[in-house]
T-cell receptor
């Protein structure tokens, strides 16, 4: 079975440019999560959706970040404009439901470098 | 609010030695506890999780963890490590109605 699929795997962009990261969750999973990983801050939850509806976006750093989930099989995380401090690995993850205790399955990450 | 503290940022060990990676959590209510592993340039994958029942949980690759409610700990152990166990290990917690919160990770380095 296909796991969580993220694209692009690697992106290098210039400061000020728009960045769009994409995610396809595991088929049948109703909850989707976006995490950011940096050396300084570790793994941070940015936002999560349940049945395509954002449930908690308190981790989104600022208005430059936005996330959407137009349907059950696709989500985007957009940064506009990007800044060097946004350089990180962005992980998308999904789980069957939002019920606590469910296993979350991670994609392989999108490695973003903003220069 | 819930939180997770991984007490060691780096743990170097020799091959075939035992290892323990320490994790403490704080929460005012019952929690679910997880250990994930991240190999270089990959995403995270589940090693094991504690939901309820027996406090000793066995996972993949010979790892196990013990839930200790009185000490609010969930330490990960393996009796004999291999070079291939070199990776980043994350402890995580969630309680009802919240998303998974991760610790800062422990880098396990196994050398021969």
């Amino acid at each position: 079975d296909a796991g969580v699929i993220q694209s692009p795997r690697h992106e290098v962009t210039e400061m000020g440019q728009e960045v769009t990261l994409r995610c396809k969750p595991i088929s049948g999973h109703n909850s989707l999560f976006w995490y950011r990983q940096t050396m300084m801050r570790g793994l941070e939850l940015l936002i999560y959706f349940n049945n395509n509806v954002p449930i908690d976006d308190s981790g989104m750093p600022e208005d430059r970040f936005s996330a959407k989930m137009p349907n059950a099989s696709f989500s985007t995380l957009k940064i506009q404009p990007s800044e060097p401090r946004d350089s990180a690995v962005y992980f998308c993850a999904s789980s069957l439901t939002q019920i606590s205790g469910n296993t979350i399955y991670f994609g392989e990450g999108s490695w973003l470098t903003v220069v | 609010a819930q939180s997770v503290t991984q007490l060691d940022s780096q743990v170097p060990v020799f091959e075939e030695a035992p290892v323990e990676l320490r994790c403490n959590y704080s929460s005012s209510v019952s929690v679910y506890l997880f250990w994930y592993v991240q190999y270089p340039n990959q995403g995270l994958q589940l090693l094991l999780k504690y939901l309820s029942g027996s406090t000793l949980v066995k996972g993949i690759n010979g790892f196990e963890a013990e839930f200790n409610k009185s000490q609010t700990s969930f330490h990960l152990r393996k009796p004999s490590v291999h070079i291939s166990d070199t990776a980043e290990y994350f402890c995580a917690v969630n309680q009802a109605g919240t998303a998974l919160i991760f610790g800062k990770g422990t880098t396990l380095s196994v050398s021969s």
